[in-house]
């Protein structure tokens, strides 16, 4: 089976790669998106523009209507007679488009087909007449805005779109006079984008889901690498600290089984009392193991009882005159707390004080000074706990409450421990509702502040 730690980076680069891959996709295929849509938007423009043309031919040129004074003359009995007469004619001239329409009406007809397959009604426009392209006549008729736009456009034309409407197409002027509707548009890039939102929208959620899932996929494997590690150092550390009272049982065995001290009393009561106490070494480890996996499920139940926290504190501190010996430490007792009663399961409280202790005696160098203090706040009991010790870094103190984690102990290299002495007393803090802190800086010593309910 190929160790988690080499197949690790091979798994985060191909998860990297496809993620790429996918986006790349995602990108390209909402460009190419944009770019139909937007070809699609131009084809409607031209098409209402059509539209707009045959509505300007479809209306006719008023007629013009003249009046013709005559006369009649026809024999009669008396002679010639003369009769005059008038004759009304009308004749369709073929008259300029631009003379059939004000700007406002050519203006309404545009934006009226424009706003009708929804789209951008901001435009100018303008009829040209042949001189516009020649030499003679050029503009008959253009919107407020058009010159400015033009202008505009002249500096980016990319960003606009331009029509050539020949609103004559079908017949001349004897002169040979045309008209030309122009129409100029501003790309709109925000109505693109609004056309697109429903594919962009879901490429963007999906996308999110896969970066999502890569994230969370990256985040388990980690923790499962940092699970598979914690699991290793804490059957190496388990294995060293049963073997060493093993190995001394066995040889104490041994030893009474040696014919020479068979028949020493006082050396069976010796090699006797370090079976004993390496038993209780065994059984102290085991049943830390065993209060890790309490925790674990949630099943240690508190026996609240009236506690005296300075008697506690005393008791813990003289239990352990040995270890301090020998590290040639101290412990100061600052005792002020007015009040040092809470409600707290004596056995848990005691050991959360023992491991406190023990830990600062675990991680420091000769001549260690310690000092407990205690004092009362208007609802709560504080304990602070602080040594002389090697200190922790930011990235220990972040982590020292994490179950099996065991600090760098730099040249210190004789603690031992499954790493479950501080997540026991943060659990144990936590379920009597109390608070705890960590003050430390490498070299300095540790700090360790909890503070306990009162009401």
């Known amino acids: 089976m190929v160790p988690l730690k080499k197949v690790f980076p091979i798994i985060v680069v191909l998860i990297t790669l496809s993620l790429l891959g996918i986006i790349w996709i995602q990108v390209n295929w909402i460009y190419n998106a944009s770019i139909v849509r937007r070809e699609q938007m131009e084809q409607k423009a031209v098409e209402v523009m059509n539209n707009v043309r045959e509505q300007m031919l479809a209306r006719k040129a008023p007629p013009m209507r003249f009046k013709v004074d005559g006369a009649h003359i026809r024999p009669t009995d008396k002679g010639l007679a003369i009769d005059k007469y008038e004759m009304t004619n009308t004749i369709d001239l073929n008259v300029n488009v631009s003379d059939r329409f004000t700007i406002d009406e050519v203006q309404k007809l545009i934006s009226g ?70 129409v100029v548009q501003p790309k709109n890039n925000f109505l693109l984008l609004l056309s697109l939102g429903r594919m962009m929208a879901g490429g963007l959620l999906f996308t999110a889901v896969i970066i999502t899932a890569f994230i969370l996929t990256i985040r388990t494997m980690l923790n499962q690498k940092k699970i598979s590690e914690i699991k290793s150092d804490f059957i190496n550390n388990m294995t060293h600290e049963l073997k060493t009272p093993l190995a001394t049982i066995s040889l104490a065995i041994d030893a009474i089984g040696n014919e020479k001290v068979m028949d020493n009393k006082e050396k069976i009561r010796y090699f006797s009392g370090i079976i004993k106490e390496e038993n209780k070494r065994m059984n102290k480890q085991v049943e830390s193991i065993l209060q890790s996996a309490l925790l674990e499920k949630n099943e240690i139940s508190l026996n609240l009882q009236v506690t005296d926290v300075h008697d506690v504190i005393s008791h813990t501190v003289e239990n352990l005159q040995l270890q301090l010996a020998s590290k ?24 959360v004080i023992f491991n406190l202790l023990d830990n600062a005696i675990k991680y420091s160098k000769e001549h260690l000074e310690v000092v407990i203090s205690t004092y009362s706040t208007r609802k709560s009991l504080v304990i602070t706990i602080a040594d002389n010790g090697i200190g922790m870094s930011r990235d220990t103190i972040s982590r020292i409450f994490e179950k099996f984690y065991r600090a760098h102990t730099g040249n210190v290299h004789n603690v031992k421990g499954f790493g479950l002495g501080l997540s026991y007393v943060k659990a144990i803090v936590d379920a009597h509702k109390g608070k705890i802190k960590v003050e430390s800086a490498v070299g300095k010593g540790s700090k360790f502040t909890m503070e306990f309910p009162q009401e």
Request: hydrophobic residues 35%; glycine residues 10%; aromatic residues 12%.
């Open 328 to 351: 040639q430490g101290q412990v100061e007792l600052r005792l002020d707390a007015i009040n040092p009663i809470i409600m707290a399961d004596d056995v848990h409280f005691s050991n």
């Open 113 to 182: 087909g424009l706003r009708k397959e929804h789209l951008d009604t901001t435009f100018e426009f303008a009829i040209l007449g042949k001189g516009y392209f020649g030499n003679s006549n050029g503009v008959k008729m253009q919107s407020s805005g058009f010159t400015r736009m033009v202008e505009s456009a002249g500096r980016d034309s990319m960003d606009y779109l331009f029509q050539y409407i020949p609103l004559l197409n079908s017949f001349e002027y004897a002169t040979g006079e045309t008209e030309t509707l122009l």
